[in-house]
């Protein structure tokens, strides 16, 4: 992988100077371009992920990724097309995993396990499988910023722009059914559907954020802002607006880190998103604890 910070950029701590220098390189354009796209489909999806309690789900969606990319290496095909081939088939099985009851949500736990340790050793027999440099293998884990084309960008505009639209359209009835899924489906909602659709959603998400932090850190972008805005606002509109704002500064900062420096982005995104959620964590835990006990003047 070619290092940015060997090939002549370097920090000069001047705010208009550094700035020049990150969008002097058309790949550079295109990561931001790229990065600002996934940041703001993370961040509205992964609010209802949170919100939903399906972070398992979108962990193990988040390691498909790999074995999906893996094996569209080895075959010769665009590692986007086994981000998304594989995201979407294994959205549709967890979706069709049972989920009413106690003993349904103890079945959905172990099935999605399942899904999770055959797609990891379908992505170990991918990788040994895989002839080419390992450069390549690694920039699937751990992701990268370099050689984002112009189609690229098209055409996870193309897909973020579709998740968004659905997400806008079934966004309150997925909110009913997130908060209280027995009255909503009382009320006619169907829960059914929605937890369908928005796993569709959370996949092609996964698929497209996978694609820029690599898939052993995409879980990072999506539960990190989500659960930091959520710890400091409980107003799902509020919330919401924030954590896509949380999910766009860490992803621009993470970029512009990496750009300066010889490490992956997915370490920068990550360790950014948590120094914001340890904050949120910590400015919450200060507001929930009880003032100081002052006994009345005799």
Same mark, same amino acid.
């Given at each position: 992988?070619?290092?940015?910070?060997?090939?002549?950029?370097?920090? *000069?701590?001047?705010?208009? *100077?550094? *700035?020049?220098?990150l969008f002097a390189f058309h790949f550079m354009v295109n990561a931001f371009r790229a990065g600002t796209v996934v940041a703001v489909a993370a961040g509205a999806i992964g609010w209802f992920m949170v919100l939903r309690r399906q972070a398992f789900a979108g962990h193990t969606l988040a390691l498909v990724? /790999?074995?999906?990319?893996?094996?569209?290496t080895w075959?010769?095909? #665009?590692?986007?097309?086994?981000f998304f081939g594989f995201c979407s088939i294994a959205a549709l099985s967890i979706a069709a995993l049972p989920h009413r009851d106690a003993r349904g949500y103890s079945?959905?736990?172990?099935?999605?396990?399942?899904?999770?340790?055959?797609?990891?050793?379908? #992505? /170990?027999?991918?990788?040994?499988?895989?002839?080419?440099?390992?450069?390549?293998?690694?920039?699937?884990?751990?992701g990268s910023f370099l050689g984002i084309t112009d189609g690229q960008v098209?055409?996870?505009l193309?897909?973020?722009?579709?998740?968004?639209a659905v997400?806008?359209?079934?966004?309150?009835?997925?909110?009913?059914?997130?908060?209280d899924p027995g009255i909503a489906e009382a009320r006619g909602v169907p829960v059914r559907v929605l937890s369908l659709v928005f796993l569709l959603l959370l996949g092609l998400t996964v698929a497209e954020v996978s694609q820029i932090t690599g898939t052993l850190l995409v879980f990072a972008l999506l539960v990190m802002p989500a659960a930091a805005a959520q710890a400091l606002t409980a107003r799902p509109a509020s919330s919401l607006a924030l954590t896509v704002a949380i999910s766009l500064v860490v992803t621009w900062a993470g970029l512009g880190a990496a750009y300066y420096s010889p490490?992956?982005?997915? /370490?920068?995104? *990550?360790?950014?998103?948590?120094a914001v959620y340890a904050a949120a964590t910590a400015t919450a835990a200060v507001r929930r604890a009880p003032g100081p006990n002052i006994a009345p003047a005799p």
């Open positions: 992988m070619v290092v940015v910070a060997d090939a002549g950029a370097r920090l *000069t701590w001047n705010l208009v *100077t550094d *700035t020049r220098q990724g /790999f074995p999906g990319a893996a094996g569209a075959l010769g095909i #665009g590692a986007a097309w086994g079945e959905q736990s172990a099935g999605i396990g399942v899904i999770q340790a055959f797609a990891l050793a379908c #992505g /170990f027999l991918f990788v040994s499988l895989y002839r080419g440099f390992l450069n390549g293998v690694n920039a699937l884990l751990f098209l055409v996870l193309v897909v973020g722009a579709v998740a968004l997400l806008v359209v079934a966004g309150r009835p997925l909110l009913f059914a997130s908060v490490y992956p982005i997915g /370490f920068f995104v *990550t360790s950014f998103a948590f």
